[in-house]
């Protein structure tokens, strides 16, 4: 079974700190092997004993054991010789039918009826996505509000109500400054939608509603150790979703 696999497994007994942990070893595979317990924990401002908890949650003796799984699995991942163009279409194809797979009517009637929509999106990537939708939904007549930083979003939070929306787009949906102040409009009923990878994450566990999509990680040779993630799969959620919209209220 894939550490993948096992993440997946054994979700719903990881809190946030283990996957803040799962987070980084996931990103860091390549590079776990040459990193001593305590030197991964002070990056993710955890503890060694942390990582043993997580490893034993996972059914492994101790970290050493889990740190063998993850850099077997990242050897054996690069003697395969990748095709970053057959990825990519594989991305679009499994989110194409992931999407297929999703009741929209939820999402689009809690956009249809809150009084106000805003957008969040953590990086590069999903404040275009964001910027994206805003401008679709502006052929309907609506305006979504697009939030520029954490630092605005946290001027928001308090001003919310339970007939606003939140739309919160992110790659990560490990950020604990945002999950911090999700957790607070969840305690006031303000509706969250999400849209991330598919994957457990602190992000969507605390949305209302969930849209995700599929992205393969490229490990680029001229930036070794550098996530860089094409957005296509995400953009086609964003545009769906407008679609879907427009197909459900005739607009």
């Known amino acids: 079974m894939s550490f993948e696999d096992l993440i997946n497994k054994n979700a719903d007994r990881l809190n946030q700190n283990d996957m803040q942990l799962v987070s980084f070893l996931l990103r860091n595979r390549d590079t776990i092997g040459e990193l001593k317990s305590t030197e991964i924990a002070d990056r993710v401002y955890s503890s060694p004993a942390s990582l043993t908890r997580l490893s034993k949650k996972l059914g492994f003796s101790g970290f050493t054991e889990l740190r063998y799984v993850i850099t077997a699995e990242a050897k054996e991942q690069d003697q395969v010789k990748k095709n970053h163009t057959e990825a990519l279409i594989k991305d679009m194809n499994d989110t194409i039918k992931l999407l297929s797979q999703t009741d929209l009517i939820p999402t689009v009637n809690l956009m249809h009826d809150a009084s106000h929509i805003y957008l969040y999106g953590t ?7 964001c910027n ?27 001003t919310l ?26 305690l006031r009923k303000v509706p969250i939608l999400s849209i991330t990878p598919l994957s457990k994450n602190s992000t969507a566990s605390r949305a209302d509603y969930n849209l995700y999509y599929c992205s ?10 550098i996530d860089y993630n094409f957005f296509s799969p995400l953009e086609f959620v964003v545009d769906a979703t407008f679609r879907y919209y427009l197909d459900v209220y005739g607009v």
């Not at 990086?123 to 996505?129: F, L, P, S, T, V």
């Not at 305006?143 to 954490?150: E, G, R, V």
């Not at 393969?216 to 150790?225: F, K, V």
């Open 123 to 129: 990086d590069w990537g999903e404040k275009r996505a």
């Open 216 to 225: 393969t990680r490229l490990d680029i040779q001229a930036a070794p150790g």
């Open 132 to 158: 994206l939708l805003a401008r679709n939904f502006l052929a309907c007549k609506m305006t979504l509000y697009t939030i520029p930083s954490i630092t605005e979003l946290k001027w928001l939070l308090p």
């Open 161 to 186: 109500h339970s007939d606003d929306l939140l739309i919160v787009i992110s790659y990560r949906g490990e950020n604990v400054e945002l999950n911090e102040g999700l957790m607070s409009l969840k």
